[in-house]
């Protein structure tokens, strides 16, 4: 895993922020581009995830990048994350197509919504209680 302390990291509430505005977004234009929501979606996950680390201190590095917060939250949060790591795949697999990679589907997208919007209250009910603290 490739995480590293950062004092320079985006507040936890903009990246909340964000991830509310995405996961928003990715419900408008559900309809029309699908693959777009698919990817607001996950996005919207990921700044959700990233927020918690932010908290903490942490960033992912480029090496270690969306693995690595996959991973990070995954076993310091529990299983309400463990659907990022298929989304983070679907994600990719959208972005870098194989001949066989099927199509992003409105049902997809759907999907890809209701488990980013899991992951984002997740992250802010455990952001609420305040009782994230830096990583040592």
Do not use: W
């Amino acid at each position: 895993m490739r995480i590293s302390a950062s004092l320079e990291s985006p507040t936890s509430r903009n990246s909340m922020g964000e991830a509310s505005a995405h996961l928003e977004s990715a419900r408008v234009i559900r309809d029309v581009d699908p693959t777009g929501a698919y990817q607001l979606a996950y996005d919207a996950a990921r700044k959700a995830c990233n927020a918690l680390l932010a908290v903490q201190g942490l960033r992912a590095t480029t090496r270690g990048g969306h693995v690595a917060v996959q991973d990070a939250v995954r076993e310091q949060f529990g299983p309400v994350f463990a659907p990022f790591a298929r989304m983070r795949r679907r994600r990719r697999d959208s972005e870098y197509p194989d001949l066989d990679t099927p199509t992003i589907t409105e049902a997809d997208a759907d999907e890809g919504i209701e488990k980013a919007a899991e992951i984002v209250e997740a992250a802010a009910r455990l952001l609420e209680t305040g009782e994230l603290s830096p990583f040592r």
